[in-house]
């Protein structure tokens, strides 16, 4: 088994994720033009918490974001700054074009979907777990 690994002071790591967004009342409101906005913004405040957004699209009320980062990294936190910062800048620039979707300024549903992804499939990692320390 080969992972693409990261390195820390006293640690070795290989942490990506699966981030799913949706549109309060998965309204359909993005579009490509519109997603060169999100993607600016969602780079920014993703440098700032230390964070490499390896992939980001869409759908017209969802988006995904494929992500690595380090185990120091406060996820929740930074998922909830990137909601904040995309939906504030993103009303700015657009709420004149939905407000019969979305009321009162709000842009992303409150849940979200966050999954941990591997370089081998959970069935893999089983057995080869299961096979150590059988001699």
Not at 19 to 34: A, G, M, Q
Not at 116 to 122: F, I, K, Q
Request: some cysteine; overall charge negative.
């Amino acid at each position: 088994m080969e992972y693409e690994l990261d390195a820390g002071a006293h640690s070795v790591y290989s942490l990506d994720y699966h981030l799913i967004l949706t549109i309060k009342y998965r309204r359909s409101v993005l579009n490509d033009e519109r997603m060169v906005l999100l993607k600016e913004i969602a780079k920014s405040v993703s440098e700032s918490y230390d964070v490499h957004i390896k992939n980001m699209e869409h759908d017209e009320d969802h988006v995904h974001i494929l992500f690595r980062t380090k185990p120091t990294t406060e996820i929740p936190k930074y998922i909830n700054v990137l909601k904040s910062a995309t939906a504030r800048k993103m009303n700015d620039e657009y709420a004149d074009e939905w407000q019969d979707k979305l009321w009162n300024g709000v842009f992303w549903s409150p849940s979200y979907c966050l999954i941990s992804t591997g370089e081998v499939s959970l069935e893999k990692l089983t057995e080869y777990v299961e096979q150590q320390g059988v001699a």
